[in-house]
């Protein structure tokens, strides 16, 4: 019988027919760049974040100061996920990755912290997609009501699980374009609402200061810990347009330059947007619209019926985002069933539609089930979730951080290179991390800590993360038992072979 | 060298595909490769076991057409790719001057087919060979 197969990553290739064409694409540059930008998914992230960084007692006027720092232990934990996924070429996971480099509790950890993580966000981008779905149409009653913006976001959870479990996907060029609308709006608000700054002065105008830059100006590092927690949460999924496998001439020379791009890109939105609303009414009016904030300011920036071009681009960059939440989960709950660390039901594929159907299914009903519990008790609860998701992101980053020097600790001291990238900005990124882990996890006990009241006597973001933890430590004691041949697999460390000079460009794009 | 280049993904559609294909290759004396396409959105990360199980999902795919095909008298070829469906039969049909690509139809209605992706759809644009596409 004569047989071929065609495979990037080689796994099983039979004979190996020599044929480029049918191998997976390598990302190209502007790819890559939209990947990055997209999952960050900026618009959202802004909607989701402004009002509640600003609200964040002792921040003062330094919300800007705040996205700077935030990036910081993002850049050193970029580093350590470019290298893990030179071990492992082909978007390696999480789950894997600590596995190998730590061991399997740890691995596991981190990949419930991943899933459990992914699970806190949904609330908080289902209730912004269905306020600003209401605003898109100026209906104010329901944007008010907490049972119709449930509803909306319900439908919302719904029709994204929905799209993520039939395959559906844009093509890049849509993906482009949707990107270049909302990158296109966001600044156009920000230059606008400057320009109104200087020439018209609205209502409680600020004229932006390089204090607002300064992260040295804020008052107190409790309220620089409470900025950078929710901080980070803006930058979360850039690290996946980093990681993947980039069309360059020389993919040993350190991330691309789509990384550099979309990384200043980024900073640069935040920034800029973060000083523009902040300027245009003071940061009272963030404080007062959380969950809408937007809204409330794109009408004077920009005018009636531009300002739609705001709500538009939140929209878009929401479900953008909720995809970028089901499909990592629905691959982490995947990647474990198939290491027989989860039942091995989540490791199904669709027989049509090729996508992780239970893994993504159960992904979207779980989130109905957290954002329903969460609204129906307290609408406040939902930034509480979002706080506390900080806690979950900070922790299987800096994870990530540790398990790379950890994974390549033979080759730190190899070269002055390996020792900074590897090593230096790793640990430091996964330092820093826990420093702001730990540091939240005390200041957040207090009763007063979240948007909602105290529950049990402790603040309310502490109360879901501690319960979001001690779930996990329930199903991890349930399945030590259960999958023996996972947890006793022992920690490894590098092949070698991956620190080599890259072979000629033509063999470099196989991934192997 | 000619050849007859069919997609197969496992569904009722692409049963039909195999069926007319191998039927078509015995009548014709052309050779058959039967072909699992596949692509996964890389947004989102993650994705290494997500990846290795859908070529798992693949070649037994394959492995189990080649048996239908086997039976049927005829011996095919495989391949296994990772590209979108329609780029990937394309491509292999241009590349082996393939007499003609044979796909399945799952009847999807036109406006569907526009937003959700219809291979056959992609392929009739697409393809400069001719594509013969059978209803399941």
């Keep these: ?512 | 060298m000619a050849g007859i280049i069919v997609g197969y993904d496992g569904s009722d559609g692409a049963e039909a595909a195999l069926r007319s294909a191998v039927d078509l290759s015995k009548r014709l004396g052309e050779r058959l490769t039967v072909v699992f396409a596949f692509e996964a959105n890389p947004v989102g990360g993650e994705a290494l076991d997500y990846w290795a199980a859908l070529r798992e999902h693949g070649e037994g795919r394959l492995a189990k057409a080649l048996e239908e095909a086997k039976a049927a008298g005829v011996e095919a070829e495989r391949v296994l790719a990772e590209r979108p469906p329609a780029d990937a039969l394309s491509e292999l049909a241009r590349e082996r001057d393939a007499a003609m690509i044979v796909v399945g139809s799952r009847g999807e209605r036109p406006i569907a087919a526009a937003i959700l992706g219809s291979t056959p759809h992609r392929l009739l644009h697409l393809s400069e060979t001719p594509v013969l596409v059978v209803r399941g």
């Design chain 1, 1 to 512: 019988m004569e047989s071929a197969s065609i495979a990037a990553g080689g796994g099983s290739v039979e004979s190996g027919v020599e044929d480029k064409g049918l191998k997976r694409n390598a990302i190209g540059y502007i790819s890559n760049v939209v990947i990055g930008v997209a999952s960050t998914a900026p618009g959202y992230s802004l909607a989701a974040t402004l009002g509640v960084i600003a609200a964040v007692g002792g921040i003062g006027l330094q919300a800007p100061a705040v996205m700077i720092v935030a990036f910081l232990p993002m850049l050193c934990i970029a580093a350590a996920y470019y290298y893990l996924n030179r071990a492992d070429p082909d978007c390696g996971t999480t789950f894997t990755w600590v596995s190998k480099a730590i061991g399997p509790k740890s691995g596991w950890t981190a990949g419930w912290a991943i899933i459990a993580t992914d699970v806190l966000v949904m609330p908080s981008l289902a209730f912004v997609a269905g306020q600003y779905t209401f605003q898109l149409f100026d209906w104010q009653s329901a944007a008010n009501s907490k049972w119709a913006v449930l509803a909306a976001g319900v439908i919302w959870i719904v029709v994204m699980t929905w799209i993520c479990w039939r395959g559906v996907e844009l093509s890049a060029r849509t993906q482009q374009i949707l990107l270049s609308i909302e990158v296109f709006t966001l600044c156009l608000f920000a230059v606008v609402a400057l320009i109104k700054v200087y020439t018209s002065a609205p209502a409680d105008s600020i004229k932006p200061a390089f204090s607002w830059f300064n992260p040295f100006d804020i008052s107190t590092t409790h309220a620089l810990v409470g900025g950078v927690l929710l901080g980070v949460f803006i930058y979360w999924g850039w690290d996946s347009g980093v990681a993947v496998n980039e069309e360059s001439e020389n993919p040993a020379e350190g991330p691309g330059k789509s990384a550099i791009v979309s990384t200043l890109l980024l900073v640069g939105i935040y920034v800029l947007v973060t000083t523009a609303a902040q300027a245009f009414h003071g940061p009272k009016l963030l404080i007062n619209n959380p969950d809408d904030v937007f809204a409330p300011l794109g009408k004077g920036v920009l005018g009636s019926g531009l300002d739609k071009l705001l709500i538009i681009a939140v929209l878009t960059s929401a479900s953008a985002s909720t995809q970028t939440t089901i499909l990592p989960t629905a691959r982490t709950s995947l990647s474990m069933a198939r290491n027989r660390a989860l039942p091995g039901i989540f490791g199904r594929i669709h027989p049509r539609y090729l996508s992780p159907d239970v893994s993504t299914l159960a992904m979207g009903a779980v989130s109905i089930l957290v954002f329903a519990f969460l609204v129906v008790k307290d609408q406040n609860l939902v930034f509480d979730a979002f706080t506390a998701l900080g806690l979950g992101i900070c922790f299987y980053y800096g994870l990530t951080g540790f398990a790379c020097a950890i994974y390549y600790r033979r080759h730190l001291f190899a070269s002055a290179r390996n020792f900074f990238f590897i090593g230096v900005l790793p640990i430091l990124g996964g330092m820093s991390l826990g420093y702001i882990f730990v540091r939240s996890v005390i200041d957040l006990r207090a009763p007063d800590s979240g948007a909602a009241g105290p529950l049990l006597g402790l603040g309310a973001p502490f109360v879901i993360a501690a319960i979001t933890f001690i779930i996990g430590a329930v199903l991890l004691l349930l399945s030590i038992p259960r999958y023996r041949e996972y947890f006793s697999r022992k920690a490894a460390v590098v092949d070698p072979k991956v620190l080599e000079p890259p072979p000629p460009p033509a063999a470099a794009t196989e991934g192997s």
